[in-house]
């Protein structure tokens, strides 16, 4: 008889359990889809590295499924309680003709069975298809294509999900039947007549507390742009303890301040029902600014997370279209050894040259594999007479911000120095025309792009500079310059005639010695990454970086970051829109009573519609709006850091990042005031 009660009363609140229903089927689907990206190799051509790099994806987001778990568990506690909370007086009802409270028990754990069984199933389904989407954006994103035809199905990933959400189900069940338990028949009975209390009634309060709030994050918003993020120390975190409470004290005062600003404008608080809806809006959001305060704080992660991710993926993606001018780059470093018999060539004082010619010794089949290369050797000065600071002299040009926070003194920063015939060298390399310098003629290049702007101001301005006791005129390349296979190891690289450097080189000390190739075909790459690897010579170390290598450990971290960036982004605004929508489709029921009031006193469907539908809309967008806010300062912040690597575009990210809040969060206000529409449609029908 009670699971008849409990399919019956599933049935007839379908509606209620609409919201409720969509959104555990898109944590199901999400949840799914997301931990089948493991098995994901398994119909995929990958390589060896690949495959190894998509294993170590699944693990991460096996990590980070915990803590979407315990969201989802909120999020459907949360949803549990809206629907207790608006069936009270039923059981009420039951409790009057008799029913004991375990029975009462007994039929929401079974409506919360069957609601959450049939979510299962449906969510399955639907993983497996964005399952299927993502198998082929993986597909892409590596480079390769799908193996065969037909529906991909994870077994270990649904393994893992009806699992977890078994124990999501059970932990709400008996969190549910606690509640249920709990009820007084007198207190379900007179649960509709309960009124609100306003947690903020003085204007002056409201006003002061409002200000307050705004100088708050205001306050961090300036330290966090003066600031920056490239030091998490003290100052950061007052940033964030300032516009955390500046959040909260904003949501806690806006209501009563809003309503009297309102009332202030006689005109617009008497038109039409804005009276009845500032006040509903007043009063939901009194009770629920602490709900709606973390709602905030959980959309500007979403949307900070999300936008910044796929910004750092295109970015990563573009520094390494920058610095991968060579097949092969490898570095070459000279080591000390014990062994006192041991040559000059492989002891600490060998030279670039020698390091290059036991380097291809090492290699027996150095000629076949290789068509060319390049040796560049930096060098520095130990007195650290060529720094930053010198080099820009009196010219005045201010130092990138995203550099300048790195250093206490620019006197402290380095400046190398290389010859004009191993830069022309290695511009040929790369297919560049070379460069041509007078005697007294110096050319500035650096490998960060956000550097190269600087240098070209400083050339323009600079009246010389003292290298080393001679005074030279400064140049600058206008394009970045890489002389490995790395990224972003030089602020600023001097290149002199070789006839200067030869007359100074007493004074500089070796810095690196970098040996540049280009491979014969993609074959001989892989083979001589492979041969280099392996080379070894007494005191002396190799390090290999491949064009391969590097574009496939870059595809690795974009798919980390931008896999995560879509897992958590997607579930915090499915997660946000949800507790906003059930929240007002909560307040519509509880506010039914008034509503037929506005219906007994002659207002019309359509005012009453506009009505319900400036509510939700004010609700849904006040937290965005101000998450938005909060996400424009953190995005500027972080990509004034993310410069450092490589050129930003946020652009394309956050057209991704709007498209999906368009989607998700906007379905889901229409969702709900569809939803809201009905509820008021059918008092409308009874009242008539």
């Given at each position: 008889?009670?699971?008849?009660?409990?399919l019956?009363?599933?049935?007839?609140?379908?509606?209620?359990?609409?919201?409720?229903?969509?959104?555990?089927?898109?944590?199901?689907?999400?949840?799914?889809?997301?931990?089948?990206?493991?098995?994901?190799?398994?119909?995929?051509?990958?390589?060896?590295?690949?495959?190894?790099?998509?294993?170590?994806?699944?693990?991460?987001i096996?990590?980070?499924?915990?803590?979407?778990?315990?969201?989802?568990?909120?999020?459907?506690?949360?949803g549990?309680?809206?629907?207790?909370?608006?069936r009270?007086?039923?059981?009420?009802?039951?409790?009057?003709?008799?029913?004991?409270?375990?029975?009462?028990?007994?039929?929401?754990?079974?409506?919360?069975?069957?609601?959450?069984?049939?979510?299962?199933?449906?969510?399955?389904?639907?993983?497996?298809?964005?399952?299927?989407?993502?198998?082929?954006?993986?597909?892409?994103?590596?480079?390769?294509?799908?193996?065969?035809?037909?529906?991909?199905?994870?077994?270990?990933?649904?393994?893992?999900?009806?699992?977890?959400?078994?124990?999501?189900?059970?932990?709400?069940?008996?969190?549910?039947?606690?509640?249920?338990?709990?009820?007084?028949?007198?207190?379900?009975?007179?649960?509709?007549?309960?009124?609100?209390?306003?947690?903020?009634?003085?204007?002056l309060?409201?006003?002061?507390?409002?200000?307050?709030?705004?100088?708050?994050?205001?306050?961090?918003?300036?330290?966090?742009?003066?600031?920056?993020?490239?030091?998490?120390?003290?100052?950061?975190?007052?940033?964030?303890?300032?516009?955390?409470?500046?959040?909260?004290?904003?949501?806690?005062?806006?209501?009563?301040?809003?309503?009297?600003?309102g009332?202030?404008?006689?005109?617009?608080?008497?038109?039409?029902?804005?009276?009845?809806?500032?006040?509903?809006?007043?009063?939901?959001?009194?009770?629920?600014?602490?709900?709606?305060?973390?709602?905030?704080?959980?959309?500007?992660?979403a949307?900070?997370?999300?936008?910044?991710?796929?910004?750092?993926?295109?970015?990563?993606?573009?520094?390494?279209?920058?610095?991968?001018?060579?097949?092969?780059?490898?570095?070459?470093?000279?080591?000390?050894?014990?062994?006192?018999?041991?040559?000059?060539?492989?002891?600490?004082?060998?030279?670039?040259?020698?390091?290059?010619?036991?380097?291809?010794?090492?290699?027996?089949?150095?000629?076949?594999?290789?068509?060319?290369?390049?040796?560049i050797?930096?060098?520095?000065?130990?007195?650290?007479?060529?720094?930053?600071?010198a080099?820009?002299?009196?010219?005045?040009?201010?130092?990138?911000?995203?550099?300048?926070?790195?250093?206490?003194?620019?006197?402290?920063?380095?400046?190398?120095?290389?010859?004009?015939?191993?830069?022309?060298?290695?511009?040929?390399?790369?297919?560049?025309?070379?460069?041509?310098?007078?005697?007294?003629?110096?050319?500035?290049?650096?490998?960060?792009?956000?550097?190269?702007?600087?240098?070209?101001?400083?050339?323009?301005?600079?009246?010389?500079?003292?290298?080393?006791?001679?005074?030279?005129?400064?140049?600058?390349r206008?394009?970045?310059?890489?002389?490995?296979?790395?990224?972003?190891?030089?602020?600023?690289?001097?290149?002199?005639?070789?006839?200067?450097?030869?007359?100074?080189?007493?004074?500089?000390?070796?810095?690196?010695?970098?040996?540049?190739?280009k491979?014969?075909?993609?074959?001989?790459?892989?083979?001589?990454?492979?041969?280099?690897?392996?080379?070894?010579?007494?005191?002396?170390?190799?390090?290999?970086?491949?064009?391969?290598?590097?574009?496939?450990?870059?595809?690795?971290?974009?798919?980390?970051?931008?896999?995560?960036?879509?897992?958590?982004?997607?579930v915090?605004?499915?997660?946000?829109?949800?507790?906003?929508?059930?929240?007002?489709?909560?307040?519509?029921?509880e506010?039914?009573?008034?509503?037929?009031?506005?219906?007994?006193?002659?207002?019309?469907?359509?005012?009453?519609?506009?009505?319900?539908?400036?509510?939700?809309?004010?609700?849904?967008?006040?937290?965005?709006?101000v998450?938005?806010?909060?996400?424009?300062?953190?995005?500027?912040?972080?990509?004034?850091?993310?410069?450092?690597?490589?050129?930003?575009?946020?652009?394309?990210?956050?057209?991704?990042?709007?498209?999906?809040?368009?989607?998700?969060?906007?379905?889901?206000?229409?969702?709900?005031?569809?939803?809201?529409?009905?509820?008021?449609?059918?008092?409308?029908?009874?009242?008539?």
């Amino acid at each position: 008889m009670y699971a008849r009660i409990a399919l019956g009363n599933v049935r007839r609140s379908i509606k209620d359990f609409g919201i409720y229903f969509l959104t555990l089927v898109l944590g199901v689907a999400v949840y799914y889809a997301f931990n089948s990206v493991t098995q994901q190799s398994a119909v995929l051509s990958l390589s060896g590295g690949m495959s190894t790099i998509v294993r170590e994806l699944g693990a991460i987001i096996r990590a980070v499924s915990v803590f979407v778990a315990v969201l989802l568990t909120f999020l459907v506690l949360f949803g549990n309680r809206f629907l207790i909370r608006r069936r009270k007086r039923e059981f009420a009802i039951y409790l009057t003709l008799g029913m004991d409270r375990r029975h009462v028990s007994g039929i929401v754990a079974m409506e919360s069975l069957v609601v959450g069984a049939g979510a299962l199933v449906v969510g399955l389904a639907v993983g497996v298809l964005l399952s299927q989407a993502l198998l082929y954006a993986t597909a892409r994103l590596f480079n390769t294509h799908v193996t065969g035809f037909g529906l991909m199905f994870s077994s270990q990933a649904c393994v893992y999900t009806v699992v977890s959400f078994a124990i999501i189900f059970l932990v709400v069940g008996v969190l549910n039947v606690l509640e249920v338990s709990r009820f007084r028949l007198i207190d379900l009975m007179n649960a509709d007549r309960k009124a609100e209390k306003s947690l903020v009634r003085n204007l002056l309060l409201s006003v002061t507390l409002f200000v307050v709030s705004l100088v708050l994050i205001g306050v961090a918003y300036h330290e966090l742009r003066v600031n920056g993020m490239y030091v998490i120390d003290w100052r950061f975190n007052l940033a964030t303890a300032l516009v955390t409470v500046g959040t909260f004290l904003l949501f806690f005062s806006v209501s009563g301040f809003l309503l009297r600003l309102g009332q202030s404008a006689r005109g617009f608080y008497l038109h039409g029902l804005n009276m009845f809806t500032l006040r509903q809006l007043s009063s939901r959001v009194n009770s629920a600014w602490v709900s709606i305060s973390i709602v905030c704080a959980a959309l500007f992660l979403a949307i900070t997370s999300t936008c910044g991710g796929f910004a750092l993926v295109s970015s990563i993606n573009q520094s390494v279209s920058d610095i991968t001018h060579y097949d092969v780059s490898v570095a070459m470093y000279p080591q000390a050894i014990d062994d006192a018999s041991a040559s000059v060539e492989t002891t600490q004082d060998a030279s670039g040259s020698e390091m290059e010619k036991l380097l291809k010794a090492s290699v027996p089949d150095w000629d076949s594999l290789v068509a060319d290369s390049a040796r560049i050797d930096l060098y520095t000065d130990s007195s650290m007479r060529l720094n930053l600071a010198a080099l820009r002299g009196n010219t005045d040009v201010e130092v990138p911000d995203s550099f300048a926070k790195y250093t206490n003194s620019l006197g402290k920063v380095p400046i190398h120095v290389t010859s004009l015939s191993q830069y022309n060298a290695t511009l040929a390399l790369r297919g560049e025309e070379p460069a041509t310098l007078k005697p007294d003629e110096a050319l500035v290049t650096t490998d960060m792009t956000n550097m190269v702007g600087f240098w070209q101001r400083v050339a323009v301005k600079s009246d010389g500079f003292d290298f080393l006791g001679t005074t030279m005129r400064l140049r600058a390349r206008r394009t970045g310059m890489e002389y490995s296979n790395a990224v972003n190891t030089s602020v600023g690289t001097i290149v002199v005639p070789d006839g200067v450097l030869e007359s100074k080189r007493a004074q500089l000390e070796p810095f690196s010695n970098y040996l540049n190739v280009k491979a014969r075909d993609s074959r001989a790459e892989a083979r001589l990454y492979k041969e280099v690897a392996r080379a070894h010579q007494p005191g002396l170390l190799f390090e290999a970086n491949s064009k391969s290598s590097a574009k496939e450990e870059a595809v690795g971290l974009t798919a980390i970051i931008g896999y995560l960036a879509l897992y958590i982004g997607f579930v915090l605004f499915v997660s946000c829109a949800a507790i906003l929508a059930i929240q007002q489709l909560s307040d519509v029921a509880e506010s039914a009573p008034r509503y037929r009031v506005l219906f007994d006193l002659g207002a019309e469907r359509g005012m009453v519609n506009h009505a319900i539908l400036m509510q939700i809309a004010t609700y849904f967008l006040f937290p965005l709006v101000v998450a938005l806010a909060h996400s424009y300062v953190a995005l500027g912040v972080l990509g004034s850091v993310i410069n450092t690597l490589g050129v930003l575009d946020f652009l394309r990210p956050l057209g991704i990042t709007m498209a999906i809040v368009l989607v998700l969060y906007g379905g889901y206000f229409l969702l709900t005031y569809g939803m809201a529409r009905g509820v008021l449609g059918e008092k409308a029908r009874r009242r008539e």
